[in-house]
């Protein structure tokens, strides 16, 4: 096959939260930028069937492969929103899509304490910084807000309703949670308008209504607007070697079946890495592994961490639990636990039966980032170790219990049906550590011209909070240092 020949002043790997701000910022700043993504375009038109969802999933669900941890069904293959890599300790799902998790996930952007935010990042990031300049800049760009008054009195919302009254009972602090959600299409869908999706909990495999502000329509849409940003869906980088001061991109171009229907390869002067932490850090250790880049730091593959902690309370009246998403309430357990900080988040269970009140949480704990990726030459692939049996992960699921325990307490009848720390998480971050593989600005170590902005800087938590926010706060300052040197300044 005949291999196409480009090239870019700057290419972007990835269309995430980072990938979304690095392009917006450079064309801004008057660079022409080229961005692969290895998914397809999810344009959510008035027939409101764009993705799969839970009650009838198929290969929309899934990336290149009949399985999928989130269904029994055996999928057909295609070039689906979610891939799934199953690690030791942690099967891994990471998202696939021009918008890439922004397009499935709960969105709910939350900021960590001061103190939570110095456990996570001491050394590596200044606080005050992140907190005055980056996050206020990152929930502007992607634009969030809380569940509006008349959508949280609606019946979809029993459940919410129903815990916040149990938090307020057992005296833990809560507050509605920031949403990267569209709360008028949402009343669209109250109103049987648009496709119920968020109202019924279907959101894991994309929003068929339209109301998530995932970046495509966001902040990558803004950035196409500019006329200096190309998007290339279906582009699946599968290598990077130096050439000159910049370096060769191979892609492969593919078609929604994941064949692959051409081979190019890009002459990049500048080389920006947004594929995620499962994206970027496959894509350095390959490149390591065969040679390409061999001065890369020995960090890069560590410090990965999975803070998240999935639980179920029932035992209480009937409560709507199967309606009403993508999340409401964001509870706060960060002073009073014994063992450490909590954060739930509650969200609908799509299968929980209608005559029981069920309240699902998603929540984090700090745990430390004892987690790594490494290369198997064999299989051509990253693997991924997760210690989910060490104490210092397990005290996470204690410092949870403890929260639910004092919930039950207050709710006479109600019992915890589960609580799990994350052995299925998308909320897993770290490979590239800020700082260690990279300088304080994500230009990589052992590198010209090649910098890193996503979640794979974390040092394997972003504070005990959900990521995403983080992440993009993380792509907003990294970004700002390296615009000026690709942009000649
Ligand atoms: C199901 C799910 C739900 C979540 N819910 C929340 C939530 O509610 N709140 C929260 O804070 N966090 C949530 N997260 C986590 C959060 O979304 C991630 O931390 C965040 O998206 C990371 O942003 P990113 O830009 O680093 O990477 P991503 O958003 O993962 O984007 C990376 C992009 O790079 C592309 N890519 C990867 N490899 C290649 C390649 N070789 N070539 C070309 N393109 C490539 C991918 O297809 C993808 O589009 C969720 C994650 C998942 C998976």
């Known amino acids: 096959m005949e291999t196409h020949q480009h090239r870019a002043d700057a290419l972007v790997v990835g269309t995430g939260y980072a990938g979304s701000i690095a392009a917006l910022r450079l064309a801004e700043a008057g660079v022409a930028t080229l961005v692969l993504e290895r998914g397809r375009r999810w344009p959510v038109g008035p027939e409101g069937d764009t993705f799969a969802t839970q009650h009838a999933p198929d290969g929309r669900a899934s990336w290149l492969s009949p399985r999928s941890?989130?269904?029994?069904?055996?999928?057909?293959?295609?070039?689906?929103?979610?891939?799934?890599?199953?690690?030791?300790?942690?099967?891994?799902?990471?998202?696939?899509?021009?918008?890439?998790?922004?397009?499935l996930s709960n969105g709910t952007m939350v900021e960590p304490s001061a103190a939570l935010f110095e456990r996570a990042f001491a050394g590596v990031l200044d606080r005050d910084e992140m907190h005055d300049v980056w996050y206020p800049e990152a929930r502007e760009l992607i634009g969030c807000s809380p569940i509006p008054k008349d959508v949280l009195e609606s019946d979809f919302y029993r459940s919410s309703r129903d815990f916040m009254e149990q938090l307020d009972r057992a005296g833990i602090p809560h507050e509605p949670v920031d949403l990267a959600v569209d709360w008028d299409v949402v009343r669209e869908e109250m109103a049987g308008r648009r496709t119920a999706s968020h109202i019924a909990g279907l959101n894991v495999f994309g929003v068929n209504s339209g109301a998530q502000r995932s970046m495509d329509v966001t902040v990558l849409a803004r950035a196409e607007a500019t006329g200096r940003v190309e998007v290339r869906p279906l582009s699946r980088v599968t290598g990077i070697r130096p050439a000159g001061e910049g370096h060769l991109v191979s892609y492969d171009e593919l078609d929604e079946g994941g064949r692959v229907v051409a081979r190019h390869e890009v002459r990049a002067a500048h080389l920006v890495l947004a594929a995620g932490t499962l994206g970027t850090t496959r894509l350095l250790l390959r490149a390591?592994?065969?040679?390409?880049?061999?001065?890369?730091?020995?960090?890069?593959?560590?410090?990965?961490?999975?803070?998240?902690?999935?639980?179920?309370?029932?035992?209480?009246?009937?409560?709507?639990?199967?309606?009403?998403?993508?999340?409401?309430?964001?509870?706060?357990?960060?002073?009073?636990?014994?063992?450490?900080?909590?954060t739930l988040l509650n969200f609908p269970w799509v299968d929980a039966p209608a005559d029981e009140g069920w309240i699902t949480t998603i929540g984090a704990s700090p745990t430390e980032p004892l987690g790594s990726f490494g290369y198997d030459a064999d299989a051509d692939d990253v693997v991924l170790n997760w210690p989910v049996e060490d104490p210092r992960v397990q005290r996470a699921a204690r410092a949870v219990q403890d929260t639910l325990d004092r919930l039950n307490a207050a709710t006479p009848g109600s019992r915890t049906a589960f609580n799990r720390i994350g052995t299925t998480g998308g909320n897993v971050v770290g490979g590239v550590p800020l700082g260690l593989a990279t300088d304080a600005g994500g230009r990589v170590h052992g590198a010209r011209n090649l910098y890193v902005v996503d979640s794979s800087l974390l040092h394997g938590s972003s504070g005990a909070v959900p990521p995403a926010l983080t992440v993009a706060a993380v792509a907003a300052r990294v970004t700002s240092l390296l615009v000026p040197s690709v942009a000649g300044r």
């Not at 009937?318 to 309606?323: C, F, H, L, Y």
């Open 69 to 103: 941890p989130l269904t029994d069904r055996t999928l057909d293959i295609r070039t689906g929103v979610l891939e799934s890599l199953e690690g030791e300790g942690l099967t891994m799902i990471a998202a696939a899509g021009v918008g890439g998790a922004s397009l």
């Open 288 to 342: 390591r592994a065969e040679g390409a880049l061999p001065d890369l730091d020995a960090s890069v593959g560590s410090r990965v961490g999975n803070s998240e902690v999935i639980t179920a309370r029932t035992g209480m009246a009937p409560n709507n639990p199967a309606q009403g998403g993508p999340c409401s309430v964001l509870v706060r357990d960060w002073e009073d636990n014994p063992y450490a900080p909590v």
